[in-house]
Structures are given as C-alpha cells and as structure tokens.
C-alpha cells in the first residue's frame, strides 16, 4: 500500500507556484491577490480561511480577510460581493461556506465574477467544466485529480465509485473523472444516500473517492484487494485532545488501507491539495488579467 500524501504533494506545487510567482514580481507586476468573505463564527471555517492565508504568504501572494457577522443581511454581503468583482486589486476571491440560514447561498455564488471565481462555483465555470473548455476547476476535484496525476494512477477504463453527489465535490469529480483525458477515461458510478446495496458498487470500483461527511463509513469488507481510495471527508469528533476534537474521514483506515494500492490519509490527504488548488486558480487569475491588459 503506497500513501498518497498530499501534504508533500502540496508542499512540491507551492513551491511551483511560489516560482512563478517570483518571475512575475521580477518583471515588476504585483503579484496575485486572493481575497476570502467569512460570515460568522464557526470554528471550522475560520480555520479554513486561516490556512488559506497562511499558504497565500507561502506562495507570496497578497491576501485579505473580510470578515463579517452572522447577522449580516444578504443584501449587504451581495455588496461586499460586488465591491470584490470591481475591484482591480484583487484577482480572486471566495465566500466560504456554509453562509448562515437567512443567506441564499446559490444567490451568492452567481453574484461573484466568473472571472474571479477561483472556487469554481459559477454556473459559468460549472459549464466550461462540463464541456471540457477552460475556466477554474473546483478547487477539491482539482486537488484530486493533481494527486492522481503526480502519482501516475492508472485510471483509463477503470471503474470509479464516487460516494457522494454534492455541487462541490462529488458531482464535479464524476464529470472529471469521466473526461476524455487523463486523470480521466473512467467509467464512473456515482452512490448517494439513496443507493441501496452500496456496498455493491463499492466492491466492484477500481478507485473510489468517498465524500459523504459519514466518519468511517467505508469499511475493508466494502473494498476489493488493490484499490486506490481517496478519502475526502472531514468531520471533527470530540475527542480528548488539546483542541476538543480530532479529525476523521469517511473511510475506516485501519480496515481499508491493507487491501489498498493507493490511499490518501486524514488528515494530510485531500484537504492540503484542495487549498493549493485555489492558490493555482488564483495564479490563473492573474495570468488571465495580465494577459487582457
Ligand atoms: P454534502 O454537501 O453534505 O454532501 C454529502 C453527500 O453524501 C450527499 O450527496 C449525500 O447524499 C451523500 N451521503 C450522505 N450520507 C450518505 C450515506 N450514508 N451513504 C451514501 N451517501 C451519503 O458534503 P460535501 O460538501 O460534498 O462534503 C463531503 C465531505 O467532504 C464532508 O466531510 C466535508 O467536510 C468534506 N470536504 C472536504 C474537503 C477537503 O478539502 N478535504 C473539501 C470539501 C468537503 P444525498 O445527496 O442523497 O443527500
């Protein structure tokens, strides 16, 4: 069984990114500018952000931090959203989700410029996604497939599980990973809390990318004998620990990994590759701006 570790492979396309962004600033431009809305106080997406930040400074990026109370209405955030589309200083941005209850998220995602949606959320690159044309790929199935590709997984004509059917993650991986392309070239199944037996399909996938937010919810008996699992799940579980809490993912490591080609570990896998993933969609970003001035 070979880890897939993300936290290296991060590591090694940061410092990529960090590269080009020195060649950039060398010709005398300012280098790209991320900007991040935080609406509330929840712990896990404060922590999001900060890590967000703190690999902008890695790859030496402007960074800024708007943050904002829960009791911000949707008209003042739609504002917020709106100064950011126009405002030349900055190449990209995110609103980090969830929003609170009275904030119609979907409202809020088509309000952000396509050109800034480093995300990947708009119906506009949602589509460019679909039809195979360039735009900004969201950023964890991007991760996912950057981690395949540096680790020269097989994937033409395998069979692929994908558990889970969200807009974020689940239902963009199956439209990648269906590609005429590689990473790509999978026949793709997609399970969701609807899927009877999905043990069923489990056992007959060649990799499987679980994302349903279930800690340990894939179990050995639901693999067959050298799959590639890619575990993307995050749920923090109270746990006597400093913080409170630890971090589990969607598949039961100790039972799954013996029979597996590859895995990703939690933490270390997924979540490092999805945050440089948005570092590379903000350098896009700023490439495209540059390259229209
Ligand atoms: P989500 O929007 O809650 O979607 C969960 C999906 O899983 C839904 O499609 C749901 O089915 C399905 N599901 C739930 N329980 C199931 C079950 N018992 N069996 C089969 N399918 C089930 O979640 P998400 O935003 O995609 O995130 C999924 C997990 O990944 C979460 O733990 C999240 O924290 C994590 N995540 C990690 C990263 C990272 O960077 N590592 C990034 C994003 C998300 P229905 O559609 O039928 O409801």
Redesign the pocket.
């Known amino acids: 069984m070979i880890l897939l570790n993300g936290k290296e492979t991060a590591e090694a396309v940061k410092r990529e990114i960090a590269e080009e962004v020195a060649r950039m600033t060398s010709r005398g431009e300012r280098p790209p500018h991320l900007a991040a809305v935080l609406v509330g106080d929840d712990g896990?997406s404060k922590t999001y952000v900060a890590n967000k930040e703190k690999a902008c400074k890695a790859v030496g990026f402007n960074s800024t931090v708007l943050t904002f109370p829960d009791t911000i209405s949707e008209a003042e955030l739609l504002s917020v959203i709106d100064g950011l589309n126009n405002n030349d200083e900055v190449d990209g941005f995110i609103v980090q989700l969830p929003l609170p209850k009275h904030i119609d998220e979907n409202k809020v995602i088509n309000a952000v410029s396509p050109e800034k949606d480093v995300d990947g959320f708009h119906p506009v690159n949602v589509g460019r996604m679909s039809l195979g044309e360039d735009g900004f790929l969201p950023?964890?199935p991007f991760?996912i497939l950057t981690l395949l590709e540096r680790y020269k997984i097989d994937t033409y004509g395998k069979h692929c599980v994908i558990?889970?059917?969200?807009?974020?993650?689940?239902r963009p991986m199956a439209n990648l990973l269906s590609r005429k392309s590689y990473p790509g070239d999978c026949t793709v199944t997609v399970?969701?809390?609807?899927?009877r037996n999905?043990e069923e399909y489990t056992r007959s996938a060649d990799i499987i990318i679980a994302?349903?937010?279930?800690p340990e919810?894939l179990k050995g008996d639901m693999v067959k004998e050298g799959a590639v699992v890619i575990d993307?799940?995050?749920?923090r579980v109270p746990a006597d620990t400093p913080k409170g809490y630890r971090i589990l993912?969607?598949v039961e490591f100790s039972s799954v990994a013996p029979k597996c080609s590859y895995i990703t570990p939690?933490p270390g896998?997924?979540?490092p590759?999805?945050?440089v993933s948005l570092m590379y969609n903000t350098f896009k970003a700023r490439e495209l701006k540059l390259k229209k001035q």
């Open positions: 896990a950023a964890t991760g558990m889970g059917r969200s807009n974020i993650v689940g399970c969701h809390s609807h899927t999905i994302a349903i937010g279930v919810f993307v799940g995050i749920t993912g969607d939690v896998g997924v979540g590759m999805t945050i």
